[in-house]
């Protein structure tokens, strides 16, 4: 039989508007957005359906709406008795919405520690300090050589590797453009400097990863109702006692996407639904194997494609 897993969307898949079709439409989806809004203490709805786009990309803003819009997206996929998926798996930030799919977290838990989470790596590094590159058309051992020849003692490292074409690479922002160069001399197609805040899933996020760990030891975690595959492993994990460790480990980490995909895949994968915004995820699963369904819900427009054909 072939099988399901339902993905849920990291950083950098926000928009204005994102999560209202399904805060108007669906009842579980509005509960979803107003506990949120509970938890934190101030509108993210309204930041996520009407606010400025300046206030949505700052990182302390731009997790908590990306996971509140995904498990609203996901509780509205329940509510209209979508058979549930045989794995779940995120994308960086994307794990704690898979997370709560899986039952494991509680979503207010959640949006409190990714609230967290944004501040922390936010604060971690000075603005201009770090840097992130988009490397396309060069393998992962190229990219890690280059990584490790440009460092000269500072930090630059493959940060998500996203698909056997798509790697982001993370450092002092001086390594990163001296990788960039380097790669481009070796045959890469492009390398695009991207528009983030700070250097994510490199050696720079240390200080935020020792401040995430004491939040994560807090929390309370109880049974998979589904396995996930964890990003800093890529491996099938159905043991809740050790996802404190994964999460923790994921600040610093590189994200194994293409890993984690070629896994489930392996386990008898045959569709993906990306739950949440945008279609990123999408996207980069095609690059990995066009031989998948791949499916995506954040309105009620896509919710009922996918209804349908599930």
């Given at each position: 039989?072939s099988?399901?897993?339902?993905?849920?969307?990291?950083q950098?898949?926000?928009?204005?508007?994102?999560?209202?079709?399904?805060?108007?439409?669906?009842?579980a989806?509005?509960?979803?957005?107003?506990e949120?809004d509970?938890?934190?203490?101030?509108?993210?709805?309204?930041?996520?359906?009407?606010?400025?786009?300046?206030d949505?990309?700052?990182?302390?803003?731009?997790?908590?709406?990306?996971?509140?819009?995904?498990?609203?997206?996901?509780k509205?996929?329940?509510?209209?008795g979508?058979?549930?998926?045989?794995?779940?798996?995120?994308h960086?930030?994307?794990?704690?919405?898979?997370?709560?799919?899986?039952?494991v977290?509680?979503?207010?838990?959640?949006?409190?520690?990714v609230?967290?989470?944004?501040?922390?790596?936010q604060?971690?590094?000075?603005?201009?300090v770090?840097?992130?590159?988009?490397?396309?058309?060069?393998?992962?051992?190229?990219?890690?050589?280059?990584?490790?020849?440009?460092a000269?003692?500072?930090?630059?490292s493959?940060?998500?590797?996203?698909?056997?074409?798509?790697?982001?690479?993370a450092?002092?922002?001086?390594?990163v453009?001296?990788?960039?160069?380097?790669?481009?001399?070796?045959?890469?197609k492009?390398?695009?400097?991207?528009?983030?805040?700070?250097?994510?899933?490199?050696?720079l996020?240390?200080?935020?990863?020792n401040r995430?760990?004491?939040?994560?030891?807090?929390?309370?975690?109880?049974?998979?109702?589904?396995?996930?595959?964890?990003?800093?492993?890529?491996?099938v994990n159905?043991?809740e006692?050790?996802?404190?460790d994964?999460?923790?480990r994921?600040?610093?980490?590189?994200?194994?996407?293409?890993?984690s995909?070629?896994?489930?895949?392996?386990?008898?994968?045959?569709?993906?639904?990306e739950?949440?915004?945008?279609k990123?995820?999408?996207?980069?699963?095609?690059q990995?194997?066009?031989?998948?369904?791949?499916?995506?819900?954040?309105?009620?427009?896509?919710?009922?494609n996918?209804q349908?054909?599930?």
């Amino acid at each position: 039989m072939s099988k399901t897993a339902f993905i849920f969307p990291g950083q950098g898949s926000q928009s204005v508007g994102m999560g209202k079709d399904l805060y108007e439409n669906f009842p579980a989806a509005r509960s979803i957005f107003e506990e949120a809004d509970d938890a934190l203490g101030f509108s993210l709805s309204e930041m996520c359906f009407s606010g400025d786009e300046s206030d949505l990309q700052l990182t302390a803003n731009t997790q908590p709406a990306i996971l509140t819009t995904s498990v609203a997206a996901y509780k509205s996929l329940v509510d209209e008795g979508i058979g549930k998926p045989e794995f779940v798996a995120g994308h960086s930030l994307g794990e704690y919405s898979a997370l709560v799919a899986s039952g494991v977290i509680d979503f207010a838990d959640a949006v409190r520690t990714v609230r967290n989470r944004g501040t922390y790596m936010q604060e971690a590094v000075p603005v201009g300090v770090g840097a992130m590159a988009a490397i396309l058309g060069a393998d992962i051992e190229t990219v890690e050589a280059a990584c490790r020849e440009a460092a000269d003692g500072k930090v630059c490292s493959p940060a998500n590797v996203n698909s056997p074409s798509q790697v982001v690479i993370a450092g002092d922002s001086d390594a990163v453009d001296r990788a960039c160069e380097l790669l481009k001399e070796r045959g890469a197609k492009r390398a695009i400097k991207l528009n983030v805040s700070a250097p994510f899933h490199c050696a720079l996020m240390m200080p935020a990863q020792n401040r995430l760990e004491n939040d994560l030891a807090g929390l309370p975690y109880t049974k998979f109702e589904f396995p996930i595959v964890h990003n800093v492993d890529a491996a099938v994990n159905f043991d809740e006692t050790r996802v404190a460790d994964a999460l923790t480990r994921q600040v610093s980490s590189p994200v194994k996407w293409l890993q984690s995909v070629q896994n489930l895949i392996a386990n008898g994968t045959a569709r993906f639904v990306e739950v949440g915004p945008g279609k990123v995820l999408s996207g980069l699963i095609k690059q990995i194997d066009r031989n998948v369904r791949i499916l995506n819900v954040e309105d009620t427009e896509s919710l009922r494609n996918t209804q349908e054909t599930l």
